[in-house]
């Protein structure tokens, strides 16, 4: 099996790795690889450089935090919203 495969599976159980490579962010976030290493270059979304080769990885916590910031966001503008057409 490949690691995309083993990868899939173990999120279908529920369960990420603790620290997701920006293919894997972007996967999570239905986006393409540029748009999530953008996310990261902008400060939006939290990540680390490791390795010799200073790969991003992203802790699975610092994506969900980012999705509920996303929400929340979210909801401010549909409220901001509905009190304009009020």
């Known amino acids: 099996m490949d690691n ?3 990868r ?3 999120w279908q159980n529920g369960s990420m790795p603790r620290f997701l490579t920006l293919a894997d962010v972007a996967e ?3 986006i ?5 290493y953008a996310l990261v270059r902008s400060g939006e979304l939290k990540a680390i450089q490791v ?3 200073g790969q991003w990885r992203v802790e699975e916590k610092m ?3 980012y999705i509920e910031e996303r929400y ?4 401010r503008i549909i409220e ?7």
């Open 72 to 75: 929340a966001e979210a909801s």
């Open 63 to 65: 994506l969900e935090q």
């Open 28 to 30: 999570q976030l239905q």
């Open 32 to 36: 393409n690889a540029p748009a999530a």
């Open 51 to 53: 390795g010799g080769r």
């Open 8 to 10: 899939g599976l173990r």
């Open 4 to 6: 995309g495969i083993i």
């Open 80 to 86: 901001e919203a509905k009190s304009k057409s009020v």
